[in-house]
């Protein structure tokens, strides 16, 4: 409008041709000076937008990590655009050396590419997300194959997928608990789940690994019978023989391969898997512990009978 303005009254207003020249380069170093200006202050503005948003999400992630999941954050998370019934799923691992906290804004992309909700900070030596959705099968996985190109080469761990964002704690504690473990499992794929590496936690003192082994194959092994563990026991000193098994256990070699059969289907473990058979090891060393712990805290008090015996008067 006011370069309109100009153009219309600055004929009239210059006395000759050259005044108008004059007039005309002043007014466009005018146009030009307040163009910049104002890209100036959008510039200010979007950069003060973005560091603000970027404060937000680590405050979100960050309560996230400390169970501090009250409405503060879930109203921290509803300004990022988060869907407060979307299920949310942790990821741990380290950043890129060569990036930092700039890899936040590529998880965003990714994220927006996928049809998903992402938020992400870097604390300390670890780049923590919260994505939204299941995350249960990553393999083969074109969002979770993108994400990984964010993480560094080191071990990534997936804690489980939550209803909510509010719960999401349980999962991040399971995702770190998970990224502390890690490196007593050799051979363990990347990404892997929090729960794949319940002997590796046990083994440092995680009390919910612990309770998770008894929980899911020591209880339902037990009550399958003592036929079954027994066996499954056997097996395993045996260094996974079956013919030396059946000897000891004097019965036929194609019994036992029928109990491991038994075994795999109601732990979800093959026996006859080396991972799997190191995790129904030590599940079964954690089971016998835990029993041994349960019966000297709770002794069993024996019982003295009294004989009534007549008194004479």
Not at 181 to 207: F, I, N, T
Request: hydrophobic share 45%; charged share 20%; net charge negative.
């Amino acid at each position: 409008m006011a370069m309109e303005f100009f153009e219309q009254w600055l004929p009239a207003l210059a006395r000759n041709e050259q005044q108008l020249i004059a007039l005309t380069e002043a007014v466009l170093r005018y146009g030009r000076e307040l163009g910049f200006a104002a890209a100036s202050v959008y510039a200010s503005a979007a950069e003060s937008r973005g560091a603000w948003d970027t404060r937000l999400e680590a405050l979100v992630v960050d309560a996230v990590v400390r169970g501090d999941t009250g409405s503060d954050m879930l109203s921290r998370a509803a300004t990022l655009n988060w869907d407060a019934t979307a299920p949310a799923t942790v990821l741990v691992g380290t950043p890129p050396p060569d990036q930092g906290v700039s890899v936040v804004s590529t998880v965003h992309t990714i994220a927006q590419k996928h049809g998903r909700a992402a938020l992400a900070v870097v604390q300390g030596s670890r780049l923590v997300m919260v994505v939204s959705g299941d995350m249960q099968d990553p393999y083969g996985d074109q969002f979770m194959t993108d994400l990984l190109t964010n993480f560094s080469d080191g071990p990534v761990v997936i804690g489980p997928t939550t209803r909510t964002l509010s719960a999401a704690h349980f999962s991040a504690v399971e995702a770190l608990a998970g990224m502390e473990a890690v490196a007593g499992w050799r051979g363990a794929p990347r990404p892997v789940h929090a729960g794949e590496l319940l002997p590796e936690r046990a083994l440092l003192g995680d009390r919910a690994a612990l309770d998770s082994l008894i929980d899911l194959l020591v209880r339902p092994l037990a009550a399958a019978g003592s036929a079954l563990t027994d066996t499954l026991e056997t097996y395993l000193d045996c260094g996974a023989a079956v013919e030396t098994c059946a000897r000891k256990l004097f019965v036929h070699p194609n019994t036992v391969r029928y109990r491991l059969k038994r075994i795999s289907e109601i732990t979800g473990r093959d026996p006859m898997n080396p991972r799997d058979a190191y995790v129904l090891r030590v599940a079964s060393t954690v089971g016998r512990l835990a029993q041994a712990s349960h019966e000297t805290t709770h002794p069993v008090t024996p019982i003295t009978f009294f004989t009534n015996r007549a008194i004479d008067l």
